[in-house]
């Protein structure tokens, strides 16, 4: 496995119903070339005027992911989990914070869902090394990536 550069994905995805979801990166093909994410962040593009309540939870993973299964370490498809929630009554906070399993290579499609959020257009960033990947090392990622545990 050789490092190259470090690249950064970004963007914006509408959240309505509480759900979005959005296809960031589609297979090329060359699987001997991925990216392993070194950082994820989300926020909001506006902060809601008033007493409202605003939650986020998103998830990075290899393949869709349906609603109501949202961060499952035990499901291989997913390897990144973002969340924060603030109370606007008494202004409680969760702070964000992302989860990035390390042992992962993205060498074909990288989803980013959002589930049980609150309504509203979300900014996000997620920086990316880019990794050259051997045949051997290259069939091992794609094994894990279809493999449950």
């Known amino acids: 496995m050789k490092f190259g550069k470090l690249r950064t994905l970004r963007g914006q995805i509408i959240v309505n119903g509480g759900v979005a979801r959005k296809n960031i990166i ?17 926020w ?18 290899l393949d869709t992911i349906s609603s109501g299964t949202n961060m499952n370490a035990a499901d291989n498809r997913q390897f990144a989990w973002f969340q924060m929630a603030v109370n606007g009554v008494d202004g409680g906070l969760i702070q964000p914070y992302t989860i990035i399993d390390p042992d992962h290579i993205i060498n074909r499609d ?40």
Do not use: M
């Open 26 to 42: 589609v297979a090329d093909g060359l699987v001997n070339y991925g990216l392993q994410i070194k950082s994820f962040q989300v």
């Open 44 to 61: 909001r593009e506006t902060v809601p005027d008033g007493a409202g309540n605003v939650s986020v939870n998103a998830i990075l993973s």
């Open 110 to 149: 990288l989803f980013l869902t959002v589930d049980n959020s609150t309504d509203g257009i979300l900014n996000y960033l997620i920086e990316a090394q880019v990794v050259e990947l051997s045949d051997d090392e290259a069939i091992i990622t794609i094994i894990k990536e279809t493999s449950q545990s």
